[in-house]
Each structure stands twice: as C-alpha cells, then as structure tokens.
C-alpha cells in the first residue's frame, strides 16, 4: 500500500468536521451586530462551536434519532457514497 492512499473502502482518509451552534447563538450573535457600531462597510462573522464533531458522527446520530438506517439515507440520495463523496 502506498503511504497515505487512501484505504481499500474508497473511504476519505481525511475526516470532515461540523459546527453544532445552537439557534440562540447564532441569534444571539446577530443581534449583537446589528447594534455593533461596527457595521458601517460590512463586516464578516465567523460563528463556530468550541467542540466540532467528525461529520460522521453527527449524521450517525442523526439517523439514529429519525430511526432511518445509512442504506436508506443513501438509497433515497440515489447514491452508494459515504464520507468520501464530497458532503
């Protein structure tokens, strides 16, 4: 095997990690802006959580908590990929 191919599964080696920020943050956050003073010329706000999760282990929950299995998440996009397609 050559040294950092990705594996045999087709599987992206790489994980990808998502920010879990609560509605009222975000809220929260925008609020706090639109009485900033600082608005004038547009301003860019970066919002993150302190703990991202592997994505995989987000959407596991996901389907666990809807009771829907990752054959039939994958069925219904009409496609057999995984971490490594690009979502």
Same mark, same amino acid.
């Given at each position: 095997?050559?040294?950092?191919?990705?594996?045999?599964?087709?599987?992206?080696?790489?994980?990808? &990690?998502?920010? *879990?920020?609560?509605?009222?943050?975000?809220?929260?956050? !925008?609020?706090?802006?639109?009485? =900033?003073?600082?608005?004038?010329?547009? *301003?860019? &706000?970066? !919002?993150?959580?302190?703990?991202?999760?592997? *994505?995989?282990?987000? !959407? =596991?929950?996901?389907?666990? !908590?809807?009771?829907?299995?990752?054959?039939?998440?994958?069925?219904?996009?009409?496609?057999?990929?995984?971490?490594?397609?690009?979502?």
């Amino acid at each position: 095997a050559t040294k950092g191919a990705p594996p045999a599964t087709g599987e992206d080696p790489t994980p990808k &990690y998502v920010n *879990r920020i609560l509605v009222d943050d975000i809220c929260g956050a !925008l609020l706090a802006a639109a009485k =900033s003073d600082r608005l004038e010329g547009g *301003r860019t &706000y970066n !919002l993150v959580d302190d703990l991202p999760a592997p *994505r995989r282990e987000v !959407l =596991s929950e996901a389907r666990r !908590l809807l009771g829907v299995g990752e054959a039939e998440t994958e069925q219904s996009r009409g496609t057999g990929g995984g971490e490594g397609d690009g979502t």
